[in-house]
């Protein structure tokens, strides 16, 4: 079984940065795919960032100022964001494709959410 759990919401105010980690425990032999999420209230959830088989994708409202990336020794992944925007104010959720085994083909987890807020 694996465990995600987020951290690093909180409150900002706009042009300001925010990191949010996702550190993943359990029975792990390598994370394939990792990708961050966003759902405001009344929302869609949509995605930030996503790194999959070594290639990157941004959303392109934040390209330029997110940067998505891992610590494979601490199982971990981040989203560095700056110059954050008010209307990006939202639920952030990490979801990683994790092999067990080596054998074991990617099972997708979701991490539990950190809020964001962006606001004076």
């Known amino acids: 079984q694996v465990q995600l759990v987020e951290s690093g919401g909180g409150l900002v105010q706009p042009g300001g940065s925010l990191t949010l980690s996702c550190a993943a425990s359990g029975s792990i032999f390598s994370i394939n795919a990792m990708g961050w999420y966003r759902q405001a209230p009344g929302k869609q959830r949509e995605l930030v960032a996503a790194?999959?088989?070594?290639?990157?994708n941004y959303a392109d409202s934040v390209k330029g100022r997110f940067t998505i990336s891992r610590d494979n020794a601490k199982n971990t992944v981040y989203l560095q964001m700056n110059s954050l925007k008010p209307e990006e104010t939202a639920g952030y959720y990490c979801n990683l494709g994790i092999r067990a085994r080596s054998w074991s083909p990617a099972t997708s987890y979701w991490g539990q959410g950190t809020q964001v807020a962006v606001s004076s």
């Open positions: 790194n999959t088989g070594g290639t990157t």
